[in-house]
T-cell receptor, first 116, second 112 residues
Framework: DSGVTQTPKHLITATGQRVTLRCSPRSGDLSVYWYQQSLDQGLQFLIQ???????AKGNILERFSAQQFPDLHSELNLSSLELGDSALYFC???????????????FGPGTRLTVL | QKEVEQDPGPLSVPEGAIVSLNCTYS??????FMWYRQYSRKGPELLMYTYSSGNKEDGRFTAQVDKSSKYISLFIRDSQPSDSATYLCARTDQTGANNLFFGTGTRLTVIP
C-alpha cells in the first residue's frame, strides 16, 4: 500500500459526460501528479500540482482540468468525454516540489474509466 | 519518436534466471532514470533510480546507466515468480522538474 488513495476505483459513463476523479496524497507529500495509462499510449504524465499551485503540464487535453485543494487532495476533471478517454488514471505524490529531484513518486491504485 | 524507448516484450524466463531489461533514450540532457514495477491492475511502484553513469545495486536488482550510449538497463538476479510484472523505465523532465516520462514497459513472466 503506497499510502495514496484514489476514488472511485471504477467509473463507467457515456460519451459527452463529465467525471471527477479524486486523489489523496500520502501524509506529508506536497506534490500530486496525474498520469493516464492506456494500451496504445502507455503511461503519460498529465499535470503536476505542488502545494495548491500548478507546477508542470504534460499531455493534458483542454477538456481535462485539475486542482489541488488546501488539504492537499486533488481532483482531475474530465469533460466532454470521448471513447478514447477510456483508460487507467493514476495519481502519484511525492514530498519534494519541482526543481528538486528525483523525489520518489508513490502511485495510487488508479481509477479505471470506461466511456461507452 | 518516443523519448524513452523500451522493448515491450513479452519476456518469459525460467525461475532463477538472470533477467536483463533495457531502455534507450534520445536526449543526453536527461538526468535521472527510474525503474518502476507494475503488477497487473495495480499502480506502478518505484524499484530504483540512478543518476549519471554507473551501476546501482539493491538486493537482486541492479540498475545501470550508460550515458555515452544512452542506454538504461535493469538486471534481476535469481528471478522469482513474484517478479512477474511489467517493468517501466522512466526519466525526469530535462528542465529539472520531477514529472516522469515513461517507456512503454516490458512484461516479464518468470516460470516456476
Amino acid at each position: 500500500d503506497s499510502g495514496v488513495t484514489q476514488t472511485p476505483k471504477h467509473l463507467i459513463t457515456a460519451t459527452g459526460q463529465r467525471v471527477t476523479l479524486r486523489c489523496s496524497p500520502r501524509s506529508g507529500d506536497l506534490s500530486v501528479y496525474w498520469y493516464q495509462q492506456s494500451l496504445d499510449q502507455g503511461l503519460q504524465f498529465l499535470i503536476q500540482y505542488y502545494n495548491g499551485e500548478e507546477r508542470a503540464k504534460g499531455n493534458i487535453l483542454e477538456r481535462f482540468s485539475a486542482q489541488q485543494f488546501p488539504d492537499l487532495h486533488s481532483e482531475l476533471n474530465l469533460s466532454s468525454l470521448e471513447l478514447g478517454d477510456s483508460a487507467l488514471y493514476f495519481c502519484a505524490s511525492s514530498v519534494e516540489g519541482a526543481g528538486v529531484g528525483p523525489a520518489a513518486q508513490y502511485f495510487g491504485p488508479g481509477t479505471r474509466l470506461t466511456v461507452l | 519518436q518516443k523519448e524513452v524507448e523500451q522493448d515491450p516484450g513479452p519476456l518469459s524466463v525460467p525461475e532463477g534466471a538472470i533477467v536483463s531489461l533495457n531502455c534507450t533514450y534520445s536526449n543526453s540532457a536527461f538526468q535521472y532514470f527510474m525503474w518502476y514495477r507494475q503488477y497487473s491492475r495495480k499502480g506502478p511502484e518505484l524499484l530504483m533510480y540512478t543518476y549519471s553513469s554507473g551501476n546501482k545495486e539493491d538486493g537482486r536488482f541492479t540498475a545501470q546507466v550508460d550515458k555515452s550510449s544512452k542506454y538504461i538497463s535493469l538486471f534481476i538476479r535469481d528471478s522469482q515468480p513474484s517478479d512477474s510484472a511489467t517493468y517501466l523505465c522512466a526519466r525526469t523532465d530535462q528542465t529539472g522538474a520531477n514529472n516522469l516520462f515513461f517507456g512503454t514497459g516490458t512484461r516479464l513472466t518468470v516460470i516456476p
